[in-house]
């Protein structure tokens, strides 16, 4: 399986900004998809991930409130809408995915994305 972002860029804090990821290759199996972010100097963290039929979502701490992440089966495309955004949110962004969530939950993926980067500044 193949992951694509796009969507990112710079934005001012309280700005919103929505990311894309297309998969591609074998998409027939049940993976749930997310998001994982790593900031400069930090550890590579959990944002957002949602199972294979749309049924449960999960939100790391930071975003809950502010990010919604959804998908469409139909194009192999999971989103992350990003809200208000503040400067602690700039980061590199990757898409992930497993059949198993809390691999993905726990930051061990089986795929992952080139990442897109958010830098939040004025």
């Known amino acids: 399986v193949q992951l694509v972002e796009s969507g990112g860029g710079l934005v001012q804090p309280g700005e919103s900004l929505r990311l894309s990821c297309t998969a591609s290759?074998?998409?027939?199996?049940?993976?749930?998809m997310g998001w994982l972010r790593q900031a400069p100097g930090q550890a590579r963290e959990f944002v957002a991930a949602q199972t294979w039929d749309g049924g449960v979502r999960y939100y790391a701490e930071p975003g809950k409130g502010r990010f919604i992440i959804s998908r469409d089966n139909s194009k192999n495309v999971v989103y992350l809408q990003m809200s208000n955004l503040k400067s602690e949110a700039t980061a590199g962004y990757y898409c992930?995915?497993?059949?198993?969530?809390?691999?993905?939950?726990?930051?061990?993926?089986?795929?992952w994305g080139q990442g897109s980067q958010v830098p939040v500044a004025c």
């Open positions: 290759g074998n998409t027939r199996r049940a993976y749930t």
């Open positions: 992930a995915g497993d059949v198993v969530s809390d691999e993905l939950r726990y930051g061990r993926p089986e795929y």
